[in-house]
C-alpha cells in the first residue's frame, strides 16, 4: 500500500521500478527493467542502483516470509557482469536464516537475467522496523 517507495513504488517516478512482486514458496520474485535514469557508465547501471535493488528484494523476503517489516543493519554485494540499462533482469530474495519470533533476519538475493546468469548477488541482515520508521505502513505480524 505504500505507492512512494523507491524500489517498487507505483507512484515513485524516480523510483526503480520494480514490479510482479511475488512469493513464490520460500522465494520472493520480481522483475526489474533498470533505464537510462539508472546508469552509471554509459548504458551500465549504477552500482548503487543494482544494490537498492537486491535491498529490496531481500526486504520483500522478510516481508513475505519472515512475517516483519525490516531495516538493512549490513549488506555485501557481489558483482558478476556488468548489469545493463534497458534488460529485463529477474529478482529473487530468501531467507538464509530466521527463527519463528525472532526480529533479525538474514537474507540472500540475486539478479540474473532470463536465460539464469547470475549478475549481482547479496547477502544480508535485517532487523524488524519500528513502528516510527514505518510511518503509517501497517506491521505483518
Not at 542502483?49 to 520483500?60: C, F, G, N, R
Not at 538493512?72 to 536464516?97: D, K, M, N, Q
Request: hydrophobic share 40%; net charge neutral.
Amino acid at each position: 500500500d505504500y505507492r512512494d517507495c523507491f524500489g517498487c513504488g507505483e507512484d515513485n517516478g524516480a523510483g526503480l521500478g520494480i514490479v510482479d512482486v511475488r512469493r513464490d514458496g520460500s522465494v520472493v520474485r520480481a522483475t526489474f527493467r533498470p533505464g537510462p535514469q539508472h546508469q552509471g557508465f554509459r548504458g551500465t547501471v549504477h552500482g548503487g542502483i543494482v544494490a537498492a535493488a537486491l535491498d529490496e528484494i531481500m526486504s520483500y523476503a522478510c516481508v513475505l516470509i519472515g512475517g516483519h517489516w525490516s531495516a538493512t543493519i549490513r549488506a555485501e554485494l557481489r558483482f558478476r557482469h556488468p548489469v545493463r540499462v534497458g534488460t529485463s533482469y529477474a529478482l529473487e530474495g530468501r531467507l538464509e536464516r530466521h527463527r519463528p519470533g525472532a526480529t533479525r533476519f538474514r537474507a540472500a538475493g540475486r539478479l540474473t537475467l532470463p536465460d539464469g546468469t547470475v549478475v549481482a548477488e547479496a547477502n544480508a541482515t535485517f532487523v524488524a522496523a519500528a513502528d516510527e520508521l514505518l510511518g503509517g505502513v501497517q506491521p505483518i505480524h
